[in-house]
């Protein structure tokens, strides 16, 4: 029987063994690694905490297993908006992008954390086509000068919908203001913490 990355395999036309799969790949999640270090570099960049800029190592927050609820993920406990709405947010180094479901989504998919709403965030703003954020994006859709966000999983799952900045709040650590972040409008799946 084949494992899913001996199948994996078999479907890749341009990777013919098992070698050359894992070094592309170890390079793709290289590129992935660069790309969240600078964003997350971008988006701190003047953030001033006691006037000193944050530094990556300075921002932690709670990470939990989701072992206990039949879910092979980690979860960080982040706070998003202002004021503040806290959330369990899957560590996902295989997309660039972080989502979350939103309360304009249709066919969500069940949570027990609330659905985000941010029609009462004051930190809320939908990236125009034009920033640099969007224009980072790839694909990358506009509507309306409104940014949209997709990402497609190897898994078949996918999440679409607005991309806006918000603050984000690293636990006790600091926060930081204007983070880009995907607001998924059609329920397109993914693991969400249930306690």
Same mark, same amino acid.
């Given at each position: 029987?084949?494992?899913?990355?001996?199948?994996?395999?078999?479907?890749?036309?341009?990777?013919?063994? #098992? *070698?050359?799969?894992?070094?592309?790949?170890?390079?793709?999640?290289?590129?992935?690694?660069?790309?969240?270090?600078?964003?997350? +570099?971008?988006?701190?960049?003047?953030?001033?905490?006691?006037?000193?800029?944050?530094?990556?190592?300075?921002?932690?927050?709670?990470?939990?297993?989701?072992?206990?609820?039949?879910?092979e993920e980690?979860?960080?406990?982040?706070?998003?908006?202002?004021?503040?709405?806290? #959330?369990?947010?899957?560590?996902?180094?295989?997309?660039?992008?972080? /989502?979350?479901?939103?309360?304009?989504?249709f066919n969500?998919?069940?949570?027990?954390?609330?659905?985000?709403?941010?029609?009462?965030?004051?930190?809320?703003?939908?990236?125009?086509?034009?920033?640099?954020?969007? *224009?980072?994006? =790839?694909?990358?859709?506009?509507?309306?000068?409104?940014?949209? =966000?997709?990402?497609?999983?190897?898994?078949?799952?996918?999440? +679409?919908? +607005?991309?806006?900045?918000?603050?984000?709040?690293?636990? +006790?650590?600091?926060?930081?203001?204007?983070?880009?972040?995907? *607001?998924?409008? *059609?329920?397109?799946?993914? /693991?969400?913490?249930h306690e």
């Amino acid at each position: 029987m084949l494992s899913e990355d001996d199948y994996s395999i078999h479907r890749d036309q341009h990777h013919h063994d #098992y *070698e050359s799969l894992t070094l592309a790949r170890l390079a793709r999640d290289s590129h992935r690694v660069t790309s969240l270090l600078a964003k997350l +570099n971008f988006a701190i960049s003047g953030t001033n905490k006691s006037n000193s800029v944050y530094k990556v190592e300075d921002l932690t927050t709670p990470v939990t297993s989701g072992f206990f609820q039949g879910i092979e993920e980690y979860f960080a406990g982040v706070g998003l908006g202002t004021p503040v709405q806290m #959330y369990h947010m899957v560590i996902d180094t295989g997309s660039d992008i972080t /989502w979350l479901q939103c309360q304009q989504c249709f066919n969500c998919y069940q949570q027990t954390e609330p659905i985000y709403d941010p029609s009462g965030s004051s930190s809320y703003n939908v990236l125009p086509c034009t920033s640099q954020q969007c *224009e980072s994006l =790839y694909p990358r859709n506009c509507l309306s000068n409104q940014c949209l =966000y997709q990402v497609l999983y190897g898994d078949g799952s996918s999440t +679409n919908g +607005n991309f806006v900045t918000k603050t984000i709040l690293f636990g +006790n650590s600091g926060f930081v203001l204007s983070v880009a972040i995907g *607001e998924d409008e *059609e329920g397109g799946g993914g /693991w969400y913490f249930h306690e």
